[in-house]
């Protein structure tokens, strides 16, 4: 169900709610603007673009997102993969990417592929969050200190020139900076003064101070982009080509795949914080509708922004009222105050980045784990995150995923028990059944876990190598909840083994589904219809049989 429709079911619309919407509306759009324009300069494209994202994508996510409370515009995730983009194919390129990327949200959300999401493993989001977290932060560094361009294409080539570079830092540039890093840090600490938007308060006064003194050497949107443009862009679409398409289809799912991540971490946050439930199906949709509509009026990428978000529950939101009027709030800015925003100081902007970079990175819970996780979750967050830094977003997902996946079936697999059933506790059932006890020549085996290929060489083993050959083999399937076809071709292949050794092989307790796999491909036609039976007892009442049948 689309969130605004299941608020207005609600209640939530009504004239009762109006003040507190409205009020964390306001509180949010002007939170938004200085992150926008941060986000839009350290993504390759102009300043003005992040704010028509942060309107026409955060408006369309609280119209048809699964949300009530999620504000969507762009995000500091998003930064590395974008800047990429812009650089290799440049704005256009970046605009058809997203719209690449909005239908395959679209696509995800349509075919309830949403909670799929959600088994992406902690390690892994961890590591690569750290590791954008800590290229957003080397990346300002030039903005920041007033340095030159970055030399190199890889992240350690940058970063040893930036280093290089340091001792000629500009030090009206990196007064400012601090300035504006010292009020961002101080400002939420004091508690009067907690409630003020931090990133406005310290864009405002080293933006009032650049106007007053006019600092020279002193980037500014004015000096690097000519100022922001006053209105609303006119509809615009992308160049669109066949051999465009098939460029930009990696680029594509790796902003679809990240933006569906990180609006459903905001999502799970904003339940946390409000108590309410999210449809994640339904949140892929509207991010999708977004990141294919938001381009079509000069922005970009847009998802989920979870400090926004955050943001908006503190300040009593209750309904996507307050993502609509977020929106609102910024058209009215572009409209009425873009001339003001000449003389923003871009290491502003970039101290601004500096927080959002070190929140990103989540040092407490990266060191919490380092200390506390088991060993392969260690590696796994290590991996994702210097191939993050050193190699590509995509690549180190993608093998961190894996990773995690091998490690899992790892676990699967060893947890898999194949065990004679012997001693006290198999006199104990005998008799609970009204039976003596166990007849000479017979072994009974119980096999406890799923029995897949990461299991079938344990099965295989027990089995096949049973320490005397006795007449009659039963293994027991109760606590086997599926088996998929390695395990049924490797049961196939052991019955086959034990009847050449003359043991009959009886198979009993099966639940529906493995039964009905079992006859399917012919294993129960294999081993005779009547040596298969229901439960233990029954199987024991024709203990003996004298001959094995032979696999067909």
């Not at 004091?190 to 933006?207: C, E, N, Q, W, Y």
């Not at 002193?218 to 679409?237: D, E, N, R, Y």
């Amino acid at each position: 169900m689309i969130a605004i429709r299941e608020a207005w079911k609600a209640g939530l619309l009504g004239r009762t709610h109006w003040a507190r919407n409205l009020l964390s509306g306001v509180i949010v759009g002007v939170v938004a603007l200085p992150l926008a324009m941060a986000f839009a300069i350290a993504s390759g494209v102009k300043p003005e673009q992040g704010i028509y994202t942060a309107i026409v994508g955060g408006l369309l996510v609280s119209l048809f997102g699964g949300s009530r409370l999620q504000i969507a515009g762009p995000t500091g995730a998003f930064i590395v993969i974008l800047a990429g983009v812009t650089a290799q194919y440049g704005v256009d390129g970046l605009q058809l990417a997203t719209m690449m990327a909005g239908i395959i949200l679209f696509l995800l959300g349509v075919s309830r592929l949403g909670a799929l999401i959600k088994f992406i493993p902690d390690p892994v989001i961890l590591g690569f969050t750290a590791g954008i977290g800590v290229i957003i932060w080397v990346s300002q560094w030039k903005d920041f200190f007033g340095l030159p361009a970055a030399q190199g294409e890889h992240f350690h080539q940058k970063l040893w020139h930036l280093l290089q570079s340091l001792p000629g830092l500009h030090p009206a540039t990196t007064l400012l900076a601090l300035l504006s890093l010292g009020l961002l840090l101080w400002l939420p600490r004091i508690t009067a003064l907690r409630r003020l938007p931090a990133p406005l308060v310290a864009m405002t006064l080293a933006t009032a101070l650049q106007s007053l003194f006019q600092f020279d050497g002193v980037a500014t949107i004015g000096s690097a982009f000519g100022g922001i443009p006053q209105g609303l862009p006119s509809l615009q679409l992308p160049q669109i080509s066949l051999p465009r398409i098939l460029d930009l289809i990696g680029p594509a799912f790796a902003i679809a795949m990240l933006g569906a991540i990180e609006s459903l971490l905001s999502a799970v946050v904003a339940d946390g914080m409000a108590g309410t439930r999210h449809d994640s199906n339904q949140e892929l949709i509207g991010q999708g509708i977004a990141n294919l509509a938001t381009p079509l009026f000069g922005g970009f990428a847009a998802t989920g922004a979870i400090a926004r978000t955050a943001t908006n529950i503190r300040n009593g939101a209750t309904s996507p009222l307050a993502g609509i009027v977020h929106a609102a709030v910024l058209m009215l800015i572009i409209l009425f105050l873009a001339p003001l925003a000449a003389n923003i100081p871009l290491c502003a902007l970039a101290a601004i980045l500096f927080v959002v970079a070190y929140n990103m990175s989540e040092l407490h819970h990266f060191k919490r784990m380092l200390q506390r996780a088991p060993r392969a979750d260690v590696a796994i967050l290590l991996c994702t995150f210097v191939l993050t830094v050193f190699s590509d977003l995509v690549i180190a997902v993608n093998i961190g995923v894996i990773l995690a996946m091998l490690h899992f079936l790892r676990r699967m697999a060893s947890s898999v028990e194949v065990q004679q059933v012997v001693g006290e506790d198999l006199e104990n059932e005998l008799r609970g059944k009204g039976r003596g006890p166990l007849p000479p020549g017979v072994l009974i085996y119980t096999i406890e876990g799923p029995l897949f290929f990461g299991a079938a060489e344990t099965f295989e083993r027990a089995l096949a190598q049973t320490h005397s050959d006795p007449q009659l083999l039963i293994i027991r399937l109760r606590h086997v909840p599926f088996m998929d076809i390695t395990g049924l071709q490797t049961l196939e292949e052991v019955v086959g083994q034990l009847h050449k050794r003359g043991i009959v092989v009886k198979l009993c307790e099966a639940n529906l589904k493995v039964h009905a796999k079992l006859e399917r491909v012919g294993i129960l036609h294999a081993i005779g219809m009547q040596n298969y039976h229901r439960d233990l007892s029954e199987a024991l009442q024709n203990a003996a049989p004298t001959t094995a049948p032979a696999l067909s």
